[in-house]
């Protein structure tokens, strides 16, 4: 007897947004009116404010049955809130939509969890914006490595992590501005699973913290990988870098050379052909 097996209808996860913000009304309605646009509509939102004095509590207010949770207190920085937030989610994903971010378009949550995921970390490419310009795209490569997550500054809000791995551990309070580089590195290392999301799921606000301390942000990053990586396994990574930009070098040079020759033997061909006109064969 044949067992017809009948697929599971898929079914949207909850999906947890913690927003923090500090003193920043203007950035504050914007995230709010990004996510009130939604049509995808199971959403566990909460809303850390560090006790803003700015009309950002009043804001808050006035959309609190909006929100799952909301606080308008005093912490101790921006993982400390954070920390705070995580604690509060309930969503089986977990994304960071600080004041100032926005999702991309009002469908974005309904495109990207319109199947079912395994991955631990689900990662979207990004528009860095400053003063409502695009300044940047970000296309990220479907696959994530230890190398990639060293090179490449990605940016964190654009990140869904499965919340059972902040049950685990939260993030480092002590770091100011990269504990999120250090967290997703430590993932890297722990062999959680990535998965790539081809579309620009935000906004990221590029006059945030993390970019106009971008010294501080390189400083803290190489700290923390050298805490975490042995000086073995870095010195394999400058040496991959060095091979990759050597081999690109080299197909650059191979692109230029053929086309050089391309270029004599168009130019030769047009010669020829002048001459024949010329002498009447033609």
Same mark, same amino acid.
């Given at each position: 007897?044949?067992?017809?097996?009948?697929?599971?209808?898929?079914?949207?996860?909850?999906?947890?947004? #913690?927003?923090? @913000?500090?003193?920043? %009304?203007?950035?504050?309605?914007?995230?709010?009116?990004?996510?009130?646009?939604?049509?995808?509509?199971?959403?566990?939102?909460?809303? #850390?404010?560090? *006790? /803003?004095?700015? *009309?950002?509590?009043?804001?808050?207010?006035?959309?609190?049955?909006?929100?799952?949770?909301?606080?308008?207190?005093?912490?101790?920085?921006?993982?400390?809130?954070? @920390?705070?937030?995580?604690?509060?989610?309930?969503?089986? &994903?977990?994304?960071?939509?600080?004041?100032?971010? /926005?999702?991309?378009?009002? @469908?974005?949550?309904?495109?990207?969890?319109?199947?079912?995921?395994?991955?631990?970390?689900? !990662?979207?490419?990004?528009?860095?914006?400053e003063?409502?310009?695009?300044?940047?795209?970000?296309? &990220?490569?479907?696959?994530?490595?230890?190398?990639?997550?060293?090179? #490449?500054?990605?940016?964190?809000n *654009?990140?869904?992590?499965?919340?059972?791995? !902040?049950?685990?551990?939260?993030?480092?309070?002590?770091?100011?501005?990269?504990?999120?580089?250090?967290?997703?590195?430590?993932?890297?290392?722990?062999?959680k699973? !990535?998965?790539?999301?081809?579309?620009?799921?935000?906004?990221?606000?590029?006059?945030?913290?993390?970019a106009?301390?971008?010294? %501080? %942000?390189?400083?803290?990053?190489?700290?923390?990988?050298?805490?975490? #990586?042995?000086? /073995?396994?870095?010195?394999?990574?400058?040496?991959?870098?060095?091979?990759?930009k050597?081999?690109?070098?080299?197909r650059?040079?191979?692109?230029?050379?053929? @086309?050089?020759?391309?270029?004599?033997?168009?130019?030769?061909?047009?010669?020829?052909?002048?001459f024949?006109?010329?002498? *009447?064969?033609?």
């Amino acid at each position: 007897m044949n067992h017809v097996i009948t697929p599971q209808p898929h079914t949207p996860p909850l999906i947890s947004i #913690i927003t923090i @913000n500090l003193n920043n %009304l203007d950035g504050l309605r914007k995230t709010i009116q990004s996510v009130l646009e939604q049509t995808y509509k199971n959403i566990d939102w909460i809303i #850390i404010d560090g *006790g /803003s004095t700015d *009309g950002s509590r009043e804001l808050i207010e006035q959309n609190a049955d909006r929100f799952a949770y909301w606080v308008s207190e005093p912490d101790e920085g921006i993982y400390n809130a954070m @920390n705070k937030g995580i604690r509060m989610a309930n969503g089986k &994903y977990v994304q960071f939509l600080n004041s100032g971010d /926005s999702l991309w378009d009002k @469908n974005i949550l309904e495109r990207v969890f319109a199947k079912d995921y395994e991955a631990d970390i689900l !990662f979207g490419d990004c528009n860095l914006v400053e003063n409502g310009e695009v300044k940047e795209m970000l296309h &990220y490569p479907d696959v994530m490595s230890l190398r990639e997550i060293l090179d #490449i500054n990605f940016v964190h809000n *654009g990140m869904f992590f499965k919340r059972e791995l !902040f049950e685990q551990e939260l993030y480092d309070e002590s770091v100011k501005i990269s504990a999120d580089f250090k967290f997703n590195v430590k993932k890297v290392l722990e062999n959680k699973t !990535f998965e790539h999301i081809p579309l620009i799921t935000i906004a990221y606000d590029a006059t945030g913290i993390s970019a106009s301390q971008f010294d %501080l %942000l390189l400083e803290e990053q190489k700290e923390i990988a050298s805490s975490l #990586i042995s000086p /073995s396994i870095m010195k394999d990574i400058d040496k991959l870098r060095d091979l990759l930009k050597d081999d690109c070098l080299e197909r650059i040079q191979a692109h230029r050379n053929r @086309n050089r020759m391309f270029h004599k033997m168009v130019t030769f061909n047009l010669m020829v052909m002048d001459f024949l006109t010329r002498i *009447g064969i033609r």
